[in-house]
Structure formats: C-alpha cells, structure tokens
C-alpha cells in the first residue's frame, strides 16, 4: 500500500457500505486513509445515492461488471463484492449461482474473471453474500469458487457473521469470505461484541409530523392486547401484546395480512428483523412507542 492510502474498487457497489465502513475506520483512526479508485453499479437510484453518499462523480462507475475487462482496470489494494443474492436467498427462488445458471447471483464469478484478466491483482479481496450459500444446496459451488480463488493465488477466510453482534440493531446474518494474496499472516475476523444494541437507541427524540404516514387509536382487548386502528383506514389494524414490546422482539400482527412473516410487527426494544430486497408497504413493520 503506497503510503497507507488504502486503494479500494468495489463490484455489486449499491449504496456503498463497506465504503461507508472504510469512512468511519478512517474516522477512529484505525486506517490512516483510503481512495475509491472505481465502483461497479447498474441500478440508477442506487448509483445516485452512491455518488451523493460519498461524494463523488459518476465517472467513477464502471457500469455492468460483464463489460468491463481486468486489463483495463486501475491497481487497488482492496476489492469489495457484495455479489447478488436473490438466487440463494431464501427469500427468493434458490436457483443457485452456478456460473453456467445465468441467474443475478453468478455474476459473482465476474469478479474471479478479472482476478484472472488484471495483471497486478488486489492483495484483498472481500467477498459478502447470504448466510444460506453455505448450505448443502450451495456448498458444492460455493467450494469451487474458492478453489477458483486459491488456484489464481488467495488464502481465503471465511465465516458468518451477524450485524447485531457487531453494535448494529439488526438480526441480519451474512457470509464473509476475505482472500489475501501470497498470504503469510492468519487472518482472525473480529470478536463479537458484547454489549448489544436496540433500535430504539438509534431513533431520532425529535422527528417532524410530515414523516408520519398515519395516525392511530388503539383499544385494549380483553387479554391486555393494544388493538390499534388507522385513523384514515379503519379497515387497517393491528395487534401489539404491550409485555412482548417491552422485552424486544416480535409483538404482535397486522390483523389485515394473513401471510405470517410480513405481517409480523417487531418492537424497537429490540432488534430489527432482516430487511428483504424488495420490502413493501405491506411488509413486517417496527413499534415505536412515543414518549
Ligand atoms: C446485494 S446488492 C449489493 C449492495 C452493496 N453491498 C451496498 O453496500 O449497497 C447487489 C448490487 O449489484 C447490482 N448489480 C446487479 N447486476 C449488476 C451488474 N451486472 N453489474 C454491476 N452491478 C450489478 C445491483 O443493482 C445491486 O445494487
């Protein structure tokens, strides 16, 4: 690394939180600095809020990963890859990421492609995906990625990794998978945390009328359930078991979705649940009780 700037290019790039994660390391001093030489977007919102979250110009995405080649590609120390996951989600239909499959999530075997093509390689690369590609239904390929990697150089480490073990209030488990270069140090992922968060800690006191979509009344069941009404939409309702919000977790039901995980409601005491790729007005909701 040339004068500890750390140079980074990100594949798969969203909205940039692993570049926001190299900011804030930057911030607590734990990296001295470090310079997005590229990113990989094709979605035009998210790569408008890439540009405005870390400022800086469009010209730096590459565009579609299967356009680009390795040779044309600036040196960076570090790649990031958040490949696709709704072919190996559960959430989605599981169709795999087969590199002969054709489906979103085998566009992670582009990044070993330009590993291939690029002659001066990354010494990192991080590679995330969803705790499900270890599964049986996955692990065959997911084996011959990393036998892919070790053949072209790496030492891989890998493991799983849950956000609310690491300060942030979400149950959200996700597969690392970190490849170093003619590796001669052991790579150790760090510790989980021990003081967990709740959402609640990271909600705004204050927060303007214009950001509420509703208003609501509630009753009290006779079992001690809050029944909570939609002012506007009296057909909308929903069912909040008081003790179960003040331990955390799931409390209660929108009484008008019959399909169970969506309709779940989570209590801010606790944790968020996973948020799905294409999450809906009618997908599972957060309590917040004002104070
Ligand atoms: C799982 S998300 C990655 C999220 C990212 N790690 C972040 O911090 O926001 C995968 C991203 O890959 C993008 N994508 C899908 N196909 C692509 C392609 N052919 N080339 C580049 N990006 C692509 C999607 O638009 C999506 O934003």
Redesign the pocket.
Known sequence: MNNNIIKVG???????????ALELLKKEGYIKDYKLEFF????KY?IRSYCAIHNINNDLNL????SIRGNNLPYCDLW?G????QDISAAGKMRGFDFKSAT?SS?GW?MIRLLREIKEKPKYVIF?NVSMITSNKFKDTLNLFKKDLEEIGYTLYDDILCAADYGIPQSRKRYFLVAILNDCKRFIFPKEMTNKQCLKNFLEKTVDEKYYLTDFSFIIDEKGNRIFSDIKNNNIKYKVNYSKYLNGGVCGKNLNDNFNQSSRLFSSMGMAPTLT?SNTANNCKIVVEEE
Do not use: H, V
């Open positions: 990100t594949f798969f790039s969203g909205i940039g939180a692993p570049e926001k990989s977007e094709i979605d998210a565009g579609d990963i299967k990031i958040g490949f696709p996951c979103r566009l582009e995330e790729a």
